[in-house]
């Protein structure tokens, strides 16, 4: 199996950063696109950023300018750097993964547990 484990969240305040990181970890032949979502109290699930393979990039509009997500693939890792942070910017923040686990296995979606951004003062 594959397990996705988010680390960096954290309570800041309005203005301030912080970077999450999410390894990817156990079975693993392939990772293919990479992603953070968050979903704040009483709101769905919204995808943030986005990166594949290769390194293109997808950004929701209320981040762009101020997030930046980067991969390292060798570590099977992604990163979400946020800057400017706003207290909007308040939510679970969660790891997303595509990942053949064999070849010739399908992709598969992968979910982080999800870790906690607070911005408040």
């Known amino acids: 199996q594959v397990q996705l484990v988010e680390s960096g969240g954290g309570l800041v305040q309005p203005g301030g950063s912080l970077r999450l990181s999410c390894a990817a970890s156990?079975?693993?032949?392939?990772?293919?696109?990479m992603g953070w979502y968050r979903q704040a109290p009483g709101k769905q699930r919204e995808l943030v950023a986005s990166?594949?393979?290769?390194?293109?990039?997808n950004y929701a509009e209320s981040v762009k300018g101020r997030f930046t997500i980067s991969r390292d693939n060798a570590k099977n890792t992604v990163y979400l750097q946020m800057n400017s942070l706003k207290p909007e910017d308040t939510a679970v923040y969660y790891c997303?993964?595509?990942?053949?686990?064999?070849?010739?296995?399908?992709?598969?979606?992968?979910w982080g547990q999800g870790t906690q951004v607070t911005v408040s003062s």
């Open positions: 990166i594949t393979k290769s390194g293109s990039t």
């Open positions: 997303n993964a595509d990942v053949k686990i064999r070849r010739g296995a399908p992709v598969s979606d992968y």
């Open positions: 156990g079975t693993i032949f392939s990772i293919y696109a």
